[in-house]
């Protein structure tokens, strides 16, 4: 059984056969099955909560990435103001995020080289990094789907201070992410998933 936990999502995965559902209206339907997660030791799972410039969220959903030097967890966090964002966490690294709109023409993936210079919203951005990743798969609750083996075309930009940015190129119009690097403890986190290391 899978219950909704915000009311503007879509889509869901179900924990206990992995089949990817769609709300429309009151119904809900199947439309595929996810793969399987990698176990990555994130201390990390649905229904973390925590707090993000004291804004308490919890995390209802996963997307898990593969790409040149590994993976890395996009965690969907429903916030209590309402919003919705994103937890980037890859490394022992955390990136909350959020997507924004921009007025600016962005640049397509292929003219995009390391070290170039992206004006979004009137702030300068620096290109870091430029990869085409893969989903490996999804669990709990998301904005939208992402079938096991989507592409997702990515470049990670940055700032020069803790704000950074990614453009998602897989949409005809790309997506844009912003937000900033953020210390673990600092979000204050609960309901973490017990680790045997930490016992």
């Not at 059984?1 to 889509?11: E, S």
């Not at 439309?31 to 925590?50: H, N, R, V, Y």
Request: hydrophobic share 40%; proline share 4%.
């Amino acid at each position: 059984m899978v219950t909704f936990v915000a009311q503007t999502t879509g889509y869901a995965v179900c924990d206990a056969c992995q089949s990817m559902l769609v709300r429309q209206n009151m119904e809900v339907s199947r439309i595929g099955q996810s793969a399987a997660l990698q176990e990555d030791g994130t201390p990390l799972m649905l229904g973390s909560a925590g707090a993000y410039q004291k804004v308490p969220f919890e995390i209802i959903g996963r997307i898990q990435v593969q790409y040149s030097f590994g993976f890395w967890n996009e965690w969907f966090c429903l916030y209590a103001n309402g919003n919705q964002g994103w937890l980037g966490e890859s490394q022992g690294n955390y990136f909350a995020n959020f997507q924004t709109q921009v007025a600016e023409r962005l640049p397509a993936f292929e003219d995009l080289r390391r070290g170039n210079n992206i004006p979004l919203n009137g702030r300068l951005f620096c290109v870091t990094q430029k990869q085409k990743a893969q989903v490996i798969g999804c669990e709990g609750e998301l904005p939208f789907i992402m079938h096991s083996g989507y592409k997702a075309p990515l470049v990670d930009l940055k700032t020069e201070t803790v704000v950074g940015a990614t453009i998602d190129y897989s949409e005809d119009t790309p997506l844009v992410f912003i937000g900033e690097t953020v210390d673990f403890d600092a979000l204050g986190f609960s309901n973490l998933r017990e680790i045997e290391a930490w016992s």
